[in-house]
């Protein structure tokens, strides 16, 4: 627990993952078991991906919040966003970020992983 009053809340920034998506490698099978423990302990996620529908879903302590790639770069079968290089805040994921306050914020990549790191710097967030 992130204290005594709440659970602890985590931001999970990864390309893949959203589970009407299958794609099975390393980081899909890390994702999925993190999202199973979350669930398993009370932890509060906020999952943030790409996919080609933007939009917010939930199921139970997990948020699912997804935008479309913003000029779309396909690598190794993946869509990814390719202004995540410049690095530019992708708009539709800091509207869904808006008052929340996570105790971490977590990337699985250099790629989304630019959307992670100006989010928590931006907060103050590890």
């Known amino acids: 627990m992130a204290d005594s009053e709440r659970p602890l809340r985590v931001a999970l920034f990864a390309e ?9 490698s390393g980081v899909g ?18 999952y943030f991906t790409y996919h080609p529908e933007a939009g917010t879903d939930v199921d139970g302590c997990v948020r699912w919040h997804r935008a479309i790639p ?19 805040p992708n708009p ?3 509207k869904a970020a808006r008052g929340n306050d996570w ?24």
């Open 16 to 24: 893949q993952g959203h589970p009407d998506i299958p794609f099975l």
């Open 103 to 126: 105790d971490v914020v977590l990337a699985t990549s250099p790629g989304i992983g630019t959307q992670a790191q100006i989010l928590a710097r931006r907060r103050g967030i590890p």
């Open 29 to 46: 099978r890390l994702t999925d078991n993190f999202v199973r423990g979350c669930r398993r302990h009370g932890v509060e996620l906020d």
């Open 92 to 94: 539709r994921f800091m």
């Open 70 to 88: 913003r000029p779309n770069v396909q690598l190794h079968g993946l869509d990814l966003d390719g202004l995540d290089l410049a690095p530019l």
